[in-house]
């Protein structure tokens, strides 16, 4: 499409592009446009001139931090709930994906110890266009135990109450998801 218009962009420019819209193709072109507008009569448009014409990208979806959070990884659940804070997610919004999602894998434990296949579980616990996550689902669930996941909804209610209080949503956030995965069980379930 930028061939096709005449648009010359150097390849850094063309992956700030891409790091900026994502995959979805409408915004995608309406972001061209924007470039287009802005590089008429120039010979070919810099990594910073793109994100000078695009301005604010998008925040990562909060989808990844519930399957971070799911997968009690820790590191990369705190650098996603920064960067969503950074681009002015708000507070209450991430406490609740961190709720649906460990919610799910509560679900997925229960249902895993009563036999339940993988497939049934993402039937049961996840949307039709989102069952190709059933495995990862169940595979999350073996890295919690009742007593973790109790702990780690306390955790997250704690800080919707000190947020709704007025404490820093992003103190209370992150200091939630250090105390839900910080410590694993001694045993993983199977």
Known sequence: ELRRRGLRIAPEG???????VGQDLRRLMGEVDKLEAFGAGQRSLSAEDVA????????KPLYLLGD??????????LELIDELMREGEEGLRILATLHRSLRQVRGAVALREAGSRPDEIGQRLLPGNM????????EASRR????????AMAALGRADRRIKRGADAATAV?????EACGTTSPRRRR
């Open 14 to 20: 063309v992956e700030e592009l891409i790091d900026r």
């Open 52 to 59: 000078a014409v695009l301005g604010r990208g998008l925040g």
């Open 68 to 77: 971070a959070i799911s997968g009690r990884r820790t590191q990369q659940s």
């Open 131 to 138: 069952q190709f996550k059933a495995r990862d689902l169940v």
């Open 144 to 151: 919690w135990t009742d007593e973790d996941l109790q702990r």
């Open 174 to 178: 992150v200091a939630a998801v250090v």
